[in-house]
């Protein structure tokens, strides 16, 4: 279980003026094996959430726990998925992927036989001597969810990691993900922008409030697992999309509306 209590952030001002709050009084609880979308108008804070729940940030003012545990730190329960890849440029797929393992002594063959069945898993087996040069944006992507899965991580952090594709490789992606998360139970927290992107994947939505970011609402997303085929036209799906989107473009979105890809 993961919990935030009262969580704030601020980052110094470009202009030397007083700090600007990215997040305030953030107050959330994320149940194990949940999938959970942070959701919200552009420069809401939903990153700095993100990262502090990986450990990457420190709040200024409350608390982030793990089962009970105070986070200070990136932990090894933790894998993150960045939306620009992070791969190594210089090493092939077989090493990105198993390179968390090398950090944590684990013998050389074992991390590539790891390393290896992950390969395979994301659908990569053909390109596992590829360097990330040699591959497309969204096959770089399938390398960063596999390194993240390599360590075996019980929460998934994913910051917008499909954010920069275009519709069709995003869509596929979508259902990869969908796929890993059945199959594999991990808890995820997942920023988007997408409007429908956080109903295709979550358990819940999590919509935060244009900055400083506060919980406006949480919302039960109430679809069947896994997502069946014709989900974009079920009542449910639909009726959900248009309640973020009247939040999202009302009075007080002072940001603009999310892009609803």
Do not use: Y
């Not at 986070?71 to 210089?90: I, S, T």
């Not at 395979?120 to 990330?132: A, I, K, R, T």
């Not at 999590?206 to 400083?212: D, K, M, S």
């Amino acid at each position: 279980m993961i919990t935030l209590s009262s969580c704030g952030k601020s980052f110094p001002s470009r202009n030397g003026g007083s700090p600007v709050a990215a997040i305030q009084d953030v107050d959330l609880t994320i149940e194990d094996l949940e999938f959970v979308c942070l959701l919200g108008p552009s420069g809401c804070g939903k990153t700095t959430l993100l990262r502090l729940i990986a450990g990457l940030l420190a709040p200024d003012s409350g608390e982030i726990r793990i089962d009970g545990r105070r986070v200070d730190g990136p932990g090894p329960e933790r894998g993150v998925v960045f939306q620009d890849f992070a791969l190594l440029p210089w090493a092939d797929v077989l090493r990105n992927v198993g390179f968390g393992l090398e950090l944590r002594g684990v013998p050389r063959d074992e991390r590539e036989s790891r390393a290896r069945a992950l390969v395979d898993m994301v659908g990569l087996g053909e390109f596992v001597h590829h360097l990330p040069s040699q591959l497309s944006g969204g096959m770089q992507q399938r390398v960063g969810l596999a390194r993240a899965l390599a360590i075996d991580p019980s929460i998934l952090l994913m910051d917008e990691p499909f954010g920069a594709l275009d519709a069709q490789t995003r869509r596929g992606l979508q259902v990869d993900l969908l796929n890993l998360h059945h199959r594999h139970r991990k808890t995820v927290v997942f920023v988007t922008h997408s409007v429908d992107e956080a109903v295709r994947l979550g358990d819940r939505i999590v919509l935060l409030t244009p900055r400083p970011g506060r919980v406006g609402e949480v919302i039960d997303v109430g679809l069947p697992r896994p997502r069946p085929a014709d989900l974009a036209t079920m009542s449910r799906f639909i009726e959900i999309k248009e309640h973020l989107w009247a939040r999202l473009t009302g009075p007080g979105d002072s940001e603009g509306a999310a892009r609803g890809h």
